[in-house]
């Protein structure tokens, strides 16, 4: 596998999820890779220097914004021992999954404890985000519930631009997949 990257400008989707097949290849492969990936997880880019050796081939031109999505993606995919995810979930979508098999449901009145963290999450900064997310994506893995790695690197890589428009998709693919009841 090419480990050269589609430039910035290129097509996004496409980026991500040669950037996902790359990791999930290199991730099953290689120890030392998980182990040098695994502290992106929770820490910024700057202060991962084991990461960079894997990453920055994919990051030639890149935003800081797409830098920061990527070694946060790639550091959750090696911490995270269940790596599968759920094809084209996006994180709302995730969550609604656990919510349906757990047998919990919102209601006018209350709303279950994923739906809580799922509002939070949607209204925090990127730094706060990508800290939050990660206990939120162990306890998907558990049950083998992961959102699609590609999709949620897309959205942290336009988090800070349009935190807005990803969130209220994570919101609205949670309501369609778990509607409120009475």
Same mark, same amino acid.
Request: charged share 25%; no cysteine.
């Given at each position: 596998m090419s480990t050269a990257a589609p430039a910035e400008g290129s097509n996004e989707p496409r980026w991500a999820t040669s950037c996902i097949d790359h990791l999930t290849e290199l991730?099953? $492969? +290689?120890? +030392?890779? %998980?182990?040098?990936?695994? /502290? *992106?997880?929770?820490l910024p880019p700057a202060d991962?220097? &084991?990461?960079?050796?894997? !990453?920055? /081939?994919?990051? #030639?031109?890149?935003? #800081? $914004?797409?830098?920061?999505? !990527?070694? %946060?993606?790639?550091g959750f995919m090696a911490a995270i021992p269940n790596g599968s995810s759920l094809q084209r979930e996006d994180l709302g979508g995730a969550l609604a999954a656990f919510d349906k098999h757990l047998g919990t449901r919102g209601s006018t009145e209350?709303? &279950?404890? =994923?739906? %809580? %963290?799922?509002? =939070?999450?949607?209204? *925090?900064?990127?730094?706060?985000?990508?800290?939050?997310i990660y206990p939120v994506l162990t306890q998907l893995a558990r049950e083998n519930l992961l959102p699609d790695w590609a999709v949620l690197l897309r959205d942290l890589h336009r988090w800070p631009r349009s935190c807005g428009d990803v969130g209220k998709r994570w919101m609205r693919s949670y309501y369609t997949a778990n509607p409120i009841t009475r």
């Open positions: 991730l099953s $492969d +290689s120890g +030392s890779a %998980r182990r040098a990936l695994r /502290p *992106a997880a929770r991962v220097p &084991t990461a960079h050796r894997y !990453l920055v /081939p994919w990051l #030639a031109g890149a935003s #800081a $914004d797409r830098e920061a999505a !990527l070694y %946060r993606v790639a209350e709303m &279950t404890p =994923r739906e %809580r %963290r799922l509002a =939070r999450l949607v209204q *925090a900064p990127f730094p706060v985000l990508v800290n939050q």
